[in-house]
Nanobody, 121 residues
Framework: QVQLVESGGGSVQPGGSLRLSCEAS????????MGWYRQAPGKQRELVAE???????NYADSVKGRFTVSRDGAKNTVDLQMNSLKPEDTGVYYC???????????????WGQGTQVTVSS
């Protein structure tokens, strides 16, 4: 079973910074993409930032210039550096990975349990 372990959530004031980390563990053949999604109160889950193996990053317009996503392929981790945080960044952040297991022929999506990020005065 693939497991995603998230860390780094918390509460900060507007303008502050947080760094989220996620590590994927288990048996799998390859990872196609790793990144972060979030779900704000009263809204649907949305893409925040994601990196595709061999490709470029994909960011939500609302976080461009403030957030940076990075991956370490050797460690199967993905981090999200969040700077200049705004109240509208508040929500539950979920780590996401798209991978192929040894026994499977198709890509599958896995999600972390989520970590709360709260930005308020």
């Amino acid at each position: 079973q693939v497991q995603l372990v998230e860390s780094g959530g918390g509460s900060v004031q507007p303008g502050g910074s947080l760094r989220l980390s996620c590590e994927a563990s288990g048996k799998f053949f390859s990872i196609n993409a790793m990144g972060w999604y979030r779900q704000a109160p009263g809204k649907q889950r949305e893409l925040v930032a994601e990196l595709t193996t061999g490709g470029s990053g994909n960011y939500a317009d609302s976080v461009k210039g403030r957030f940076t996503v990075s991956r370490d392929g050797a460690k199967n981790t993905v981090d999200l550096q969040m700077n200049s945080l705004k109240p509208e960044d508040t929500g539950v952040y979920y780590c996401h990975v798209r991978l192929k297991k040894f026994s499977m022929s198709r890509w599958n999506d896995y999600w972390g349990q989520g970590t709360q990020v709260t930005v308020s005065s």
